[in-house]
């Protein structure tokens, strides 16, 4: 693990928060993000509710070449 240096201490890293009803949109704006990334490291949280995680299946298997399999990590 990587300790930050005196450096890089009061630097934040920028966090955007897609919420809303089912249907809104936001895995469509997710797979937009991911497809136009342009070289920035992105990481997404995906925090499903119910007894079937629809997005994270569907943003899982994106199928956006730069969306590789062994570049995702789930916890």
């Given at each position: 693990m990587n300790t930050p240096s005196?450096?890089?201490l009061g630097e934040k890293t920028p966090i955007t928060i897609v919420t809303g009803f089912l249907g809104a949109g936001?895995?469509?704006?997710i797979r937009h993000v991911l497809e136009h990334a342009n070289g920035r490291r992105l990481a997404l949280i995906i925090n499903e509710f119910g007894d079937?995680?629809?997005d994270g299946e569907i943003l899982r298997s994106c199928g956006i070449e730069s969306c590789r399999?062994?570049?995702?990590v789930e916890l």
């Open positions: 005196p450096a890089n936001k895995t469509t704006l079937v995680g629809v399999e062994e570049n995702i």
